[in-house]
């Protein structure tokens, strides 16, 4: 941030503005969608469960995937980070991810992001909202990386039947 500040008092010109890689971003959703049925198998035809616990290694958060809606060609998902035995403080907020599932494209795309919708792909800064410039890109990459914990050594999934109620 500094260096872009000081390159705007040296220069005399603003930096460049923000350009979208549409292209790196589908493939962040195309792959978050890949991730996402070897997570759970069956889960753009018909699922077992509507629930999965993934319990991250050496850590006491686990990651929480629920169905929220499903459709013939669209599921809705919800992802978020939950505290197994710790109290996080107020203004801590875990993250929750709401992710629609394209079955027909083979795509996954964030939503909204701690219950806001409707996040704008590019923002200019500073804006109302404080979004990055990037800040729809950058959901999708945390999304990402969430995903690549639950693949790591030692992760195993616990599910939810659609009958039990917890």
């Not at 069956?42 to 459709?71: C, I, M, T, Y």
């Not at 195993?156 to 917890?166: A, K, P, Q, Y």
Request: charge should be neutral; proline fraction near 7%; include cysteine.
């Amino acid at each position: 941030m500094f260096a872009a500040i000081e390159q705007v008092l040296h220069s005399g010109s603003p930096p460049a503005r923000y350009r979208v890689d549409l292209a790196a971003y589908m493939r962040t959703c195309d792959a978050n969608y890949r991730r996402l049925l070897r997570l759970i198998p069956g889960l753009e035809s018909n699922p077992e469960h509507d629930s999965w616990r993934f319990p991250l290694a050496d850590s006491r958060l686990q990651l929480v995937v629920r169905l929220k809606e499903e459709f013939t060609y669209t599921s809705t998902l919800e992802v978020s980070m939950e505290s197994a035995n710790m109290q996080w403080p107020d203004v801590v907020r875990l993250p929750v991810i709401e992710v629609r599932l394209y079955h027909d494209a083979c795509t996954a795309e964030p939503v909204s992001y701690q219950g806001r919708r409707r996040i704008p792909v590019r923002s200019e800064v500073p804006n109302r909202d404080m979004y990055h410039q990037d800040e729809k890109r950058q959901i999708n990459e945390l999304l990402a990386e969430c995903l690549r914990l639950c693949r790591a050594p030692g992760v195993s999934v616990l599910c939810s039947d659609r009958l039990c109620t917890d």
